[in-house]
């Protein structure tokens, strides 16, 4: 149980380019959801929470119009990279949280921007 | 500011070689610590939450405890098949589920 897909796993395109990640909790209602950027060898830095039905609170830092996040339903949120660039590219994760159960996380959407 | 610091960086094992991860952290009231694994190119997979000190938890090969300031992931007899990224993290008490704050992750190898 407790399967969170994320798609797409890599994306490669142009500077300038909007790009949409989607996350989904597979076999469980997630009450709310976390979109994670990760850098090599380094730690997972928390983006933004998203509760369904509501907006997402962000994090210092993190630019909301640059990154817009959907969360629709109870089993899907999406992440919109908005015009990216290559100071962008990255390894971006979600994680879906049911009630008081742990976290449980996508593969992640390897990004790239030329 | 809630903290986490994990050590050794990166840790070189033979197969059979027992060891431990040690990670240690500052919250300001902890609802529970957090260990996952983390292969190349994946997300976090979930292993154990410990919630109080002087709890422990074991999965195979994986025995996690936890004091008032840290928590130690046991590795008995490893196998090659345990070399990932072992992450550990942290949640604080608060309202509605608050965010995970993870330390930067020991990277294990297991050498046959």
């Known amino acids: 149980g407790a399967v969170v897909s994320q798609h797409p796993s890599r994306v490669i395109c142009k500077s300038g380019t909007s790009v949409k990640i989607e996350c989904r909790s597979l076999?469980?209602?997630?009450?709310?959801m976390f979109w994670y950027r990760q850098f090599p060898k380094q730690s997972l830095m928390l983006m933004a929470t998203?509760?369904?039905?509501?907006?997402?609170?962000?994090e210092q830092g993190v630019e909301k119009d640059k990154f817009l996040i959907n969360h629709a339903s109870l089993t899907l949120s999406t992440l919109t990279v908005t015009s990216a660039h290559p100071e962008d590219s990255s390894f971006y994760i979600c994680?879906?949280?049911?009630?008081?159960?742990?976290?449980?996380f996508g593969d992640g959407t390897r990004l790239s921007i030329l | 500011e809630d903290q986490v610091t994990q050590s050794p960086e990166a840790l070189r094992l033979q197969e059979g070689e027992s060891s431990s991860l040690n990670c240690s952290y500052t919250?300001?009231?902890?609802?529970?610590l957090f260990w996952y694994r983390q292969d190349p190119g994946k997300g976090p997979e979930f292993l154990f939450t410990l919630y109080s000190a002087g709890e422990e938890k074991e999965k195979e090969r994986l025995k996690a405890t936890l004091t008032k300031k840290e928590s130690f992931l046991h590795i008995t007899a490893p196998k090659p098949e345990d070399s990932a990224t072992y992450l550990c993290a942290v949640q604080a008490v608060g309202s509605g589920n608050t965010p995970l704050v993870f330390g930067k992750g020991t990277r294990l190898s297991v050498i046959a």
């Open positions: 076999d469980f209602q997630a009450t709310t």
């Open positions: 994680s879906a949280i049911e009630g008081n159960q742990p976290q449980h």
């Open positions: 919250v300001s009231g902890l609802r529970g």
């Open positions: 998203s509760n369904e039905g509501s907006k997402a609170t962000y």
